[in-house]
């Protein structure tokens, strides 16, 4: 399966995002999908991720109840809205796809990773 992170660009803070992560190729259907992202000079950290029929979600600290993970499993497609965003939420975000059905945090346990996209926020 192939993934495309889209719906990344700059806004003040305090402002909204939706990011968009597709699927091409194969379905993801089956599968936990997690969005992680990577800040300048930073390592990548886990963001949010959702198990294969969106019963169950995880959130990092830093974005819980700012951010909402959630599929549409007809579209092969999984969503990260971000709202109140802060400058510390700068980064390349990028979507995977687990290997097992449920939610992980841990970056070795996805794959098919996309390019990413850029959200930048200002203050």
């Known amino acids: 399966v192939q993934l495309q992170a889209s719906g990344g660009g700059s806004v003040q803070a305090g402002g909204s995002l939706t990011l968009t992560c597709a699927a091409s190729?194969?379905?993801?259907?089956?599968?936990?999908v997690g969005w992680f992202r990577q800040a300048p000079g930073k390592e990548r950290e886990f963001v949010a991720g959702?198990?294969?029929?969106?019963?169950?979600?995880r959130y990092d600290n830093s974005v819980k109840g700012r951010f909402t993970i959630s599929r549409d499993r007809a579209k092969n497609t999984v969503y990260l809205q971000m709202s109140s965003l802060k400058p510390a939420d700068t980064a390349l975000y990028y979507c995977?796809?687990?290997?097992?059905?449920?939610?992980?945090?841990?970056?070795?346990?996805?794959?098919?990773w996309g390019q990413g996209t850029l959200v930048t926020v200002s203050s």
């Open positions: 959702i198990s294969w029929n969106g019963g169950s979600t």
């Open positions: 190729g194969r379905t993801f259907s089956n599968n936990g």
């Open positions: 995977a796809v687990r290997y097992s059905a449920y939610v992980g945090f841990d970056e070795n346990d996805y794959r098919s």
